[in-house]
Nanobody, 121 residues
Framework: QVQLVESGGGLVQPGGSLRLSCAAS????????MAWYRQAPGKERELVAS???????NSADSVKGRFTISRDNDRNTVYLQMNSLKPEDTAVYYC???????????????WGQGTQVTVSS
């Protein structure tokens, strides 16, 4: 009933930038927190950054000062602006959101399918 679709991944050189987008669609009453996670080969999935419905953000120490999370509530979309990319940022990036499909039900957690980000020269 709810889909999260990421876009914007790709191959970029070290020091470059990418902007990821994640649009939520389907039966949506409201969206609480939204977040970006990443998973590198052989590693566990980790939180990159999160943003509340009111715009309060949190980010991992490894990306502070380089990545910025933002959201457009009218479009049910969350963004991740990634600057000064490093090879260690290479991973599959996943969108995550807590979505309520109507006012009677609690929010459920949804994941996108992931988008590959590769930082290499």
């Amino acid at each position: 009933q709810v889909q999260l679709v990421e876009s914007g991944g790709g191959l970029v050189q070290p020091g470059g930038s990418l902007r990821l987008s994640c649009a939520a669609s389907g039966s949506i009453f409201s969206i609480n927190a939204m977040a970006w996670y990443r998973q590198a080969p052989g590693k566990e999935r980790e939180l990159v950054a999160s943003i509340s419905s009111g715009g309060i953000t949190n980010s991992a120490d490894s990306v502070k000062g380089r990545f910025t999370i933002s959201r457009d509530n009218d479009r049910n979309t969350v963004y991740l602006q990634m600057n000064s990319l490093k090879p260690e940022d290479t991973a599959v990036y996943y969108c995550n959101a807590d979505v309520r499909i109507n006012y009677l039900l609690r929010a459920r957690n949804y994941w996108g399918q992931g988008t590959q980000v590769t930082v290499s020269s």
